[in-house]
């Protein structure tokens, strides 16, 4: 049972002030829409309590499982938000699994500041990977990848 | 208005223990055992430590010196590997103020005839809260309180 900890930081700056990115986080349904819906995945549940203490969980199949893992695949994610100030900060913990075997924890904090007429966002997140040493690179590869679709959000709904 | 701030850190500590990996484990998992060395200062004034040891469950304990700002532990369970890993998620206040989040795992391996424990503390300090290292040396002083109860 190996496990490997890692950490990373992405830092984007979105020409939206800070209570337009924190409600992008807060609102269960555009929270949906940037975080969990994708092509190639097909949502089986998603559900927001935006609280301290309160919970996310989602389960998506992978559409391509098949071809990538040899079987049906199905993702589920759970988080508890340790602390919430309104428009500056999220810190959250959550595990990840596949199948219903958990390979990943994770400490994350989103820190939201003034930038002009804009906010800049520092995504900082330390993680426990079960599942060998390249589940940090997939993983801040998946979330860069969020955070386009939330930039992409955010100018859909200027 | 607080200026908001973080800090990031990660430190690892490890320990050999002339102890089997079971018997680490139940140190951890049993309440009452782990009530025994997950303690601060012998000095402090304590809460009673709860410890529902399951994924999911919540783990809290509270003290502090006499006198002097109370230390709250809120922790939940996130994985448990019977006798080889547990992850732990939890906050620290300070009295009212929440001064750090951290994501804390305990690796426990057979080491000849004992045990090697690896613990990795990952975690946020907040709004300016200088912990300089002070959260290092109390988990050694608690993985020094587990060696002691280990061998009585």
């Known amino acids: 049972m190996t496990t490997t900890h890692a950490s990373f930081v992405i830092e984007r700056t979105y020409p939206t002030a800070p209570p337009r990115v924190f409600a992008a986080w807060a609102d269960p349904e555009a929270k949906r829409a940037w975080f969990v819906e994708g092509e190639g995945w097909e949502i089986q549940s998603y559900e927001l309590d935006f609280r301290e203490g309160g919970t996310e969980r989602s389960q998506f199949r992978f559409l391509k499982g098949e071809e990538t893992f040899g079987e049906k695949t199905v993702f589920g994610n759970e988080t508890v938000f340790n602390e919430i100030v309104d428009n500056e900060r999220i810190i959250f913990t959550y595990s990840m699994d596949r199948n219903g075997v958990r390979f990943s924890i994770s400490l994350a904090s989103v820190e939201l500041k003034p930038a002009g007429g804009g906010t800049r966002l520092i995504f900082t997140e330390h993680g426990a990977f079960f599942d060998g040493a390249d589940g940090v690179k997939m993983r801040e590869a998946g979330w860069r990848e969020l955070l386009d679709k939330l930039d992409a959000h955010l100018a859909a709904n200027a | ?152």
């Open chain 2, 1 to 152: 208005m607080t200026k908001r701030s973080t800090t990031h850190a990660t430190f690892v500590i490890e320990r050999e223990y002339a102890h089997p990996p079971a018997k680490v484990f139940a140190a951890y998992a049993d309440p009452k055992k782990k009530a025994k060395w997950f303690v601060g200062p012998e000095d402090w004034e304590k809460s009673n430590h709860k410890l529902d040891f399951r994924v999911g469950g919540k783990e809290s304990v509270s003290g502090g010196p006499p006198g002097g700002p109370v230390h709250y532990y809120n922790g939940e369970i996130w994985d448990i590997v019977e006798n080889e890993r547990i992850v732990i998620g939890y906050d620290m206040h300070l009295d009212q103020t929440r001064i750090s989040v951290s994501l804390g795992t305990t690796e426990i391996r057979p080491n000849g005839a004992g045990a090697r424990l690896i613990y990795t503390e990952q975690g946020v300090y907040l709004d300016g809260y200088d912990d300089a290292g002070s959260r290092e040396r109390g988990t050694r002083e608690l993985l020094d309180q587990l060696e002691t109860f280990l061998n009585t």
